[in-house]
């Protein structure tokens, strides 16, 4: 059963064409991640969909109800982003759709509320188009992947993994297309070449051949008439070479080498030691006393809930607080989202140069990772994107002539072309990183050990994120489970509340908040 339709769909942004898709279908089932370059129209299609915008140009049909659940902006400050996020997935679940649009769901949410919204939407029966950047969020959701790039809409099937795997294989085939066709050019062109050698040596007299002879023998006519063959010959290559269909080479990267100060003798020895150090905030406990330490070349995520005191001990490693002790070879770089390192009157390339010891070259070659090619990099910063500004932020503290990175949330605000980017360059990084993020992807593939921060303990895991988990869930609270269902309880009563509110509604609510505030207190 068809839930939408749509054809020749055109849609502008000024005169700029943002959309441009030929056809749309949506099925009863559809499980559908909607990716693509921060700009690129995800957001209006979804609008479109939803009908909130009327397109230029094309035909829209919706046959069912569709609930779009908009990026979330926290106008309430006595509730969480992740309470909030909550009742908006309970309210729109709720609603009875048969079509559910949803636009970054995770976005600053810690991993327990991205868990939940996840778990939420498998159990949903209804159809699904979701925008965001959370690989493992689509991978767990999505059976089928829309890419909007330059406008156009191209479907893959399967989940994002999946999609992935496909455009390497579309990757490598670019890759042999050119190579036939760089091959078949030079060809050609070396036959041309050698072609015209000959007409050209048919014009001259032969060696050892006098004048009478030659006259004699009609050489004259003779060579003439070979010179026109090879001519008509250079003329039908000439004509193959035009008609030649140019495929372009596929963007390659090119192996970023640092020169980066002290990498060697810091490799293995201990850089950071935190030794009786506790975390407040006003009167509230963060953390209670903690011991742990981190080696030159560790890759150290440092995960929790939101207001668990992250980015509080971050601070306190940057502020070399008393009994945190860093090693004098250490020069530490600091991402924060408040882009302060930016200097906006000045250009993309002076931004990062400025704190650079790195040649232009590689500078420009780790730009163009971060998708600023050739002239974007004159830009002056303050007509980028907020996105664009984080890429540029991230760039420069890369770049920047430290040997270690501190990364707070970098992950957010980026598309997911760019947070890949990211993550192949901090693969390759040869220095030491500590870094807070919330995408369980991201940690995944750049972390080598883990920082935990809950229940008011931090525990250092030696191991990569995937162990983590899999010793998480062999030692799993099962109060934690009892938790999780109580706030999704809670979420759904909240809902009913907003639309129907009663006495036994509110009982209800109010049991559960009680029956909650037990559990966190056991």
């Not at 939408?4 to 942004?13: C, D, L, Q, S, T």
């Not at 690989?135 to 399967?158: H, M, P, V």
């Not at 971050?314 to 004098?328: F, Q, Y």
């Not at 931004?351 to 990772?369: D, F, K």
Request: glycine fraction near 4%.
């Amino acid at each position: 059963m068809l839930l939408f339709e749509a054809n020749r769909v055109k849609h502008y942004i000024q005169d700029r064409l943002l959309l441009n898709i030929n056809q749309l279908k949506i099925g009863k089932r559809d499980r559908i991640g909607l990716v693509g370059r921060n700009g690129s129209g995800k957001t209006s299609l979804l609008e479109i969909i939803a009908g909130k915008l009327v397109p230029e140009e094309g035909d829209i049909s919706q046959h069912a109800h569709v609930e779009l659940l908009p990026q979330l902006k926290r106008t309430n400050t006595t509730k969480s982003g992740g309470e909030i996020t909550q009742e908006y997935i309970q309210q729109a679940l709720n609603s009875n759709a048969a079509l559910l649009l949803v636009d970054e769901p995770t976005t600053n949410l810690d991993t327990n509320h991205i868990e939940w919204v996840e778990k939420r939407l498998q159990e949903w029966q209804g159809a699904l188009v979701i925008v965001s950047h959370d690989r493992a969020f689509l991978d767990a959701l999505c059976s089928t992947i829309w890419e909007i790039n330059e406008g156009q809409l191209t479907e893959y099937k399967g989940n994002y993994s999946d999609y992935v795997e496909e455009k390497e294989v579309e990757h490598k085939q670019a890759q042999l297309a050119f190579e036939k066709y760089e091959k078949e050019k030079k060809q050609l062109e070396e036959a041309i070449r050698k072609k015209e050698e000959q007409a050209q040596r048919a014009t001259k007299k032969p060696k050892n051949l006098s004048s009478s002879e030659a006259r004699l023998k009609g050489a004259k006519p003779y060579f003439a008439n070979k010179q026109k063959k090879l001519r008509k010959t250079v003329s039908a290559f000439e004509t193959r070479l035009e008609s030649l269909e140019k495929v372009n080479k596929p963007r390659e990267e090119v192996p970023i080498q640092m020169d980066l100060p002290n990498v060697e003798s810091s490799k293995n020895q201990v850089i950071l030691r935190v030794e009786g150090v506790s975390g407040m905030v006003e009167d509230r406990v963060l953390w209670n006393t903690t011991n742990f330490y981190m080696r030159g070349g560790d890759k150290l995520a440092v995960i929790g809930a939101n207001g668990s005191g992250k980015t509080t001990l971050i601070k306190k490693i940057l502020n070399r607080e008393s009994d945190i002790t860093i090693s004098p070879s250490i020069k530490i770089g600091y991402f924060a989202q408040n882009l302060n390192i930016l200097n906006n009157e000045k250009t993309i390339l002076e931004n990062v140069g400025s704190s650079s010891n790195q040649s232009e070259t590689l500078i420009r070659t780790v730009l163009a990772r971060m998708h600023f090619f050739d002239e974007d990099v004159h830009k002056p910063v303050n007509v980028l994107s907020g996105g664009e500004r984080v890429k540029v932020a991230l760039s420069k503290v890369f770049l920047s002539d430290v040997n270690m990175l501190v990364l707070d949330e970098p992950t957010n605000y980026l598309d997911v072309e760019s947070l890949e980017a990211l993550e192949t360059l901090l693969k390759t990084y040869e220095g030491s990183i500590l870094f807070v993020s919330h995408d369980r992807q991201f940690v995944e593939n750049i972390a080598t050990r883990i920082l935990e921060i809950q229940d008011k303990k931090i525990s250092l895991f030696e191991g990569n994120y995937k162990q983590y988990k899999s010793h998480q869930s062999e030692n799993r609270d099962p109060a934690q489970d009892e938790s999780l269902l109580l706030e999704t309880k809670i979420s759904e009563v909240l809902s009913r509340l907003s639309v129907e509110p009663s006495k036994e509604l509110e009982e209800e609510f109010q049991r559960l908040l009680k029956e909650k505030r037990k559990i966190e207190e056991q």
